[in-house]
């Protein structure tokens, strides 16, 4: 399958493994990039850029195919290193970079001087179009389904496609909601080039996360997800467990008094605990309402070539056959 987005990026399917803190380690980069798509080492997960750079060596190591690395550019006061992360990915032949947060206008110059084809993940229509007059090369359009940070619109899938659709001149992927082949056709047929998966590849075999992590997307329903840290303005999708209860509770007793030093123990440094230890109670981690259209835990390859097989089929008989 040819899209625009294959095409951009050098890879065998328009699927794309997104960005996500403490899953997007070399090991599941490697295998989506050798399944077809595109796998994509997460930044900031590496604490300092010399780490970065060894994670990308790691990665080269395990694939010859292409991938990424996400870049989250975030708002605070003590700034991580971007400078020297860019220039970890330069250095590391890295010509594949998703970004996220916030614009990432001021490191485009560097990026696109070193020839990296930047996609930028956006929750809304005129994000992207932001996103585009900067000299992205493409985005990610993220739905109100996704899981992590939605933004603060509410617009799903079904709606935001088809807008981006109608405003952006350059390709673009469905994010939130994103499963399988009904997923990727149902987006090409509303505007989008591919599909990138976030929640779907943590339950893969080949993602470096404790098995309790992915028996427990298996175990969720489209249910079973909440919106925590709306008060803030930092709205996240997350798993219900918990800690996310007491999250829920201390924003609606708090209400407009909520500070983020009020539920900084359930959200601030869990990740390890929750990703490498599998303490599924400890805090609050970014999971998709797809969880209830995931029920098994595959090798990236089967999955893939699985979602590319069964939308060729899509295609070819069912929706034919409504002519």
Known sequence: M?????????????????????????ELA?????????GTITGLTQ???????????????????????????????????????????????????????????????????AGIKVIHKCTSVRHALKAQSIGCDAVSVDGFECGGHPGEDDIPNMILLPRAADELEIPFVASGGMADARSLVAAMALGAEGMNMGTRFIATQEAPVHDNVKQAIVAASELDTRLVMRPLRNTERVLNNAAVERIIEKEQRLGKDLQFSDIIDEVAGVYPRIMQEGDMEVGAWSCGMVAGLIHDVPT?????????????????QRLAGFL
């Open 47 to 113: 604490r300092s850029p010399a780490d970065l750079a060894n994670e990308i060596a790691r990665c080269h190591d395990m694939t010859d195919k292409p991938f990424a690395v996400n870049l989250t550019f975030l708002p605070t006061v003590s700034s991580p290193d971007y400078p020297g992360y860019i220039k970890a990915i330069i250095e590391g032949g890295v010509k594949h970079v998703e970004t996220a947060g916030r614009s990432p206008e001021k490191y485009m110059p560097a990026l696109k001087d």
């Open 300 to 316: 990236c390859e089967q999955l893939i070539s699985g979602i590319m097989r069964d939308a060729e089929q899509l295609i070819r």
């Open 30 to 38: 490697a295998a989506v990039s050798n399944a077809g798509g595109l």
């Open 2 to 26: 040819k899209t625009r987005i294959t095409e951009l990026f050098g890879i065998q399917h328009p699927i794309i493994q997104g960005g996500m803190h403490f899953v997007g380690l070399a």
